[in-house]
């Protein structure tokens, strides 16, 4: 026993010694297990045909995949996000007022999962290492499907062939039609930036009013959009602090 002590002691740092799992790590394992296997799935009368569903286990490891991120999305959200891509037409996926990058990391590993589109994120960042850290949590899921514009959604221009061209991310190249548009952000210019953004979305896609529980313009947004538009739409149904609402094919 002795000579064994002397040989942990004068073991080097890197003598491959690995920690066991801590007991707090495996109960938060376990209980995200036990979430997101009982969770309800949305229900809905989708627009278009669903493609395979993920099985439970990688519904689990992709939600614990994008937890780690910034971000608000709770998983509520996240499961269904999965629901709507997994019912969406091929366009690209579109998140306007993107700030942390936990919705576009889970939005991108979607979008290539089901063969969607590509990914554009628009945001101001008003400070350079919030920008970072955006790319920082994206950079490696990102692989040429996803990019990023540094504007307010009113002076963004979308249209088909858009190529958008960042350090981080290299260049890539958007179809002009839009499968999934995620409103996030403070909701402030909702309505304008819907005004703006709804005739680039395809028909059987999705328009997600993010936080409309809480942010009073996203919430009238919302609530006159589904207003004006409710013989164009196919479903609707809220998730966590979301609004999902997929057109007619």
């Keep these: 026993m002795a000579a064994l002590q002397r040989s942990l002691v004068a073991a080097p ?12 790590d495996e109960r938060a394992y376990l209980a995200l297990n036990e979430r997101v296997a009982q969770a309800k799935v949305p229900c809905f009368w989708p627009a278009l045909p669903g493609k395979r569903p993920l ?16 971000g608000p999305a709770g998983e509520d959200e996240m499961l269904a996000l999965i629901e709507a891509l997994r019912h969406a037409p091929r366009g690209d996926v579109v998140e306007i007022g993107a700030s942390s990058a936990r919705s576009a990391a889970l939005l991108a590993w979607l979008a290539r999962r089901y063969d969607i589109g590509q990914v554009l994120c628009v945001g101001a960042w008003r400070t350079e ?28 221009r979308y249209a088909p062939g858009l190529r958008v061209a960042t350090e981080a ?72 602090p979301a609004l999902f609402v997929q057109l007619k094919r």
């Design 129 to 156: 290492t919030a920008l970072h850290a955006f790319e920082i949590d994206l950079v490696a899921l990102a692989q040429g499907q996803l990019n990023y514009l540094r504007s307010e959604a009113a002076d963004a």
């Design 169 to 240: 991310f290299g260049q890539t190249e958007y179809e002009g039609r839009i499968a999934l548009l995620h409103l996030a952000g403070d909701g402030a210019d909702a309505a304008r930036d819907l005004a703006q953004w709804r005739p680039h979305v395809a028909p059987g896609g999705w328009i997600v009013f993010d936080d409309w529980t809480r942010a009073s313009d996203m919430r009238r947004a919302a609530e006159a959009f589904t207003m004006a538009e409710e013989t164009r739409i196919a479903a609707r149904f809220k998730a966590g």
């Design 13 to 24: 740092d890197d003598a491959g010694l690995a920690d066991p799992p801590r007991v707090s």
């Design 55 to 70: 099985s439970v286990l990688e519904r689990i490891g992709v939600v614990r995949l994008v937890s780690d991120i910034a």
